[in-house]
């Protein structure tokens, strides 16, 4: 596809929210974006919001958190329903795994230790948070 063909897009602002040894992982409702599985706590942004509100938002209305995440890395693909996919990782790091309010959609979250991340039957999108996690945790060991 050349640059200048249309595309539709997804604006994704995701979390990883992570204690020395854990990630927390969420599990979404019906309507949430498809697929079931441990996912990385995220959302569409809304129109004209920046991604660091939406982030911010995320774990806010999704978790019940208070916390300022701080951006790692974005990703750019087509997704499987061909829509341009730009996705904003961010990383909120904390000392312990505070209790969780879980939002109306969130059907169940997890602190899953980062040395044994479920496999990616269990996961959303064929384990795409265990490669986020993965690169935020190999970019801190270097």
């Given amino acids: 596809m050349s640059a200048s063909a249309p595309h539709s897009a997804k604006l994704i602002a995701n979390v990883a ?14 309507g949430h974006d498809g697929d079931g599985g441990w996912m990385l ?19 806010r209305e999704h978790l019940g958190m208070k916390v300022r995440p701080v951006l790692a890395f974005v990703d750019s693909f087509t997704g499987g329903d061909d829509t341009w996919h730009i996705v904003f990782n961010y990383v909120a790091d904390l000392t312990h795994g505070p209790p969780i309010k879980p939002g109306e959609n969130v059907t169940g979250s997890g602190w899953l230790m980062l040395s044994s991340l479920p496999g990616t039957q269990d996961m959303a999108h064929r384990g ?3 490669d986020v996690l993965a690169r ?3 970019t801190r060991r270097k």
């Fill in 41 to 59: 706590p995220d959302d569409l942004l809304a129109d004209g919001e920046h991604p660091d509100y939406a982030a911010a938002r995320v774990l």
């Fill in 136 to 138: 935020i945790v190999s």
């Fill in 17 to 30: 929210i992570l204690t020395p040894d854990r990630a927390l992982l969420v599990k979404y409702g019906e």
């Fill in 128 to 130: 795409w948070a265990a």
